[in-house]
């Protein structure tokens, strides 16, 4: 069964940073592109950023644009991302989701349960 | 990146079938058969129904079913059962080999 556990969420003042973790089982965590999708209450879905399987391939939503990086480390099956210069709006569910098909990010099939971060004063 | 443009809400009386629109462009749903959609209940992860366009994954009722036509993609469901009321969300692969989301359609069932 494939489970996608997220964690590091908090409350934290505008500026600040985070990072967010992801621990990945049931599946061949290393062979899949995975994903970051935040859902911010009252709003819509966010595709936020995607890493392939290797790591060498790296995308990011423009709201996010060179203040979140992903990363992974395929020999402990976890993915991660690195928030900085936190806004307001950047509030929202984080969710950590895997590509339907290994090697593709063309679509995602499992999603986890998701982690809250609040960026508040 | 520009949102996928649904419906804000449908609604359909129980045994009845409705269908959800989800217009994009040619970059993204016209341009790819990588159409996804997604079922929401309050509180809890996202549940894939529908995939490449018009695939079910296993354990996904018959009931779901998803269409494309150039730029718009759709997802109908058939004879509505209480518990198909949530949010649906479609997705569409992009061109700048990303992923974007549709707005979400909030489903009553009445």
């Known amino acids: 069964e494939v489970q996608l556990v997220e964690s590091g969420g908090v409350v934290i003042q505008p500026g600040g940073s985070l990072r967010l973790s992801c621990a990945a089982s049931g599946f061949t ?15 819509t879905l966010e595709w936020v950023s995607l890493i392939s399987w290797d790591g060498g391939v790296t995308k ?3 709201s996010v644009k060179g203040r979140f990086t992903i990363s992974r480390d395929n020999s ?7 928030m900085n210069s936190l806004r307001t709006e950047d509030t929202a569910f984080y969710f950590c989701a895997k590509a339907r098909i290994p090697v ?3 679509s995602i099939d499992y999603w986890g349960q998701g982690t809250l971060v609040t960026v508040s004063s | 990146q520009s949102a996928l443009t649904q419906p804000a809400s449908v609604s359909g009386s129980p045994g009845q079938s409705i269908t959800i629109s989800c217009t994009g ?7 790819y058969n990588y159409v996804s959609w997604y079922q929401q209940h309050p509180g809890k992860a996202p549940k894939l129904m529908i995939y490449d366009v018009n695939n079910r994954p296993s354990g996904v009722s018959n ?8 730029n718009t993609a759709s997802l109908t469901i058939s004879g509505l059962q209480a518990e198909d009321e949530a949010d649906y969300y479609c ?8 992923l974007v989301f549709g707005g979400g359609t909030k489903l009553t069932v009445l």
């Not at chain 1, 965590?29 to 709003?43: L, Q």
């Not at chain 2, 462009?25 to 341009?31: E, N, P, R």
Request: charged fraction near 20%.
């Open chain 1, 29 to 43: 965590f290393g062979e899949y592109t995975m994903h970051w999708v935040r859902h911010a209450p009252g709003k």
């Open chain 1, 60 to 62: 990011y939503a423009d």
């Open chain 1, 76 to 82: 402990k099956n976890s993915l991660y991302l690195e």
């Open chain 1, 104 to 106: 593709s990010g063309t």
């Open chain 2, 25 to 31: 462009t040619s970059s993204d749903v016209g341009g």
């Open chain 2, 63 to 70: 009931r779901f079913s998803g269409f494309k036509s150039g």
């Open chain 2, 91 to 98: 997705s569409s692969y992009a061109s700048s080999s990303t």
